[in-house]
DNA sequence: TTCTCTGCAAATAATTTGCACCCAT
DNA sequence: ATGGGTGCAAATTATTTGCAGAGAA
């Protein structure tokens, strides 16, 4: 199966390289449609699905309902905040960490390994001492 | 806010306790029905919601896109494969690792820290080395 | 008695799919 | 010209909510 590159799949791409977020499906879909404004939902999913398997971007399947994809394939950490679900990158290094043998835990074949960190953001750490207030 | 403890929610509890695997809403559905035929899927999901929020059982939000429930609220990782979305717990030592002040990342409060080790099973291998042949 | 909980049905939210046409290769 | 890609609408999947009645404390 031969991967094509269409205007919509390019834009795409550069919305999500250019907003250093981790954007979801239809935040990126509302950004695209600026200047893209026939392009449907279904679209950005079908892409967004395509191009992860493709490795050319990552799907994150953490905290809250909603996907989320980052352009940044390189292995790397995520801290994500469990008030406003934002979710930041993270560098660390895992090499001291004491696991007994990874890559044959259980008789699994590992293929990643992520450390997730949760957390009150700064903004949301205020908001939540205003309400306690 | 006062939880009682009614026959339904009890019922949840003991077939999320008797095993010991990671239960999505309506796997534990499928199972209480068959001692408590009336009960409806909403109210499952209600008690789990509850109970997790309660700090009673642990809300899972990874791999695939149902929530899965853990009535092991102990700290523990996890890992899963990445073929059937099966979920195993996994004890590491994260002592060992060299964090930056992991309490004090990015301005965050860190309320958790976990490893999530994603591989393929044991079954899922044999699966795709037939498929493969 | 009081107030939380329940079942049911309907509503939402997130994502996927069928189909006929379009366009990158 | 081929076969992957698109827009649209409808379908699915997972979860949540309104409401009136039930039942734990």
Known sequence: MQLRMTNQREMILRELNKSKEHLTADQLYERVRKSMPRISLATVYRNLEILSEAGI???????????RFDSDVEEHD???????????NLLIDKSGMKVPRLDTVKGYTITGCRLEVSGLCPRCQQKTARTKK
């Open 57 to 67: 971007i990552r799907k994150l399947e953490i905290s809250g309902r909603q996907k």
């Open 78 to 88: 995520h801290i994500y905040c469990i008030c406003c679900h934002r979710i930041e």
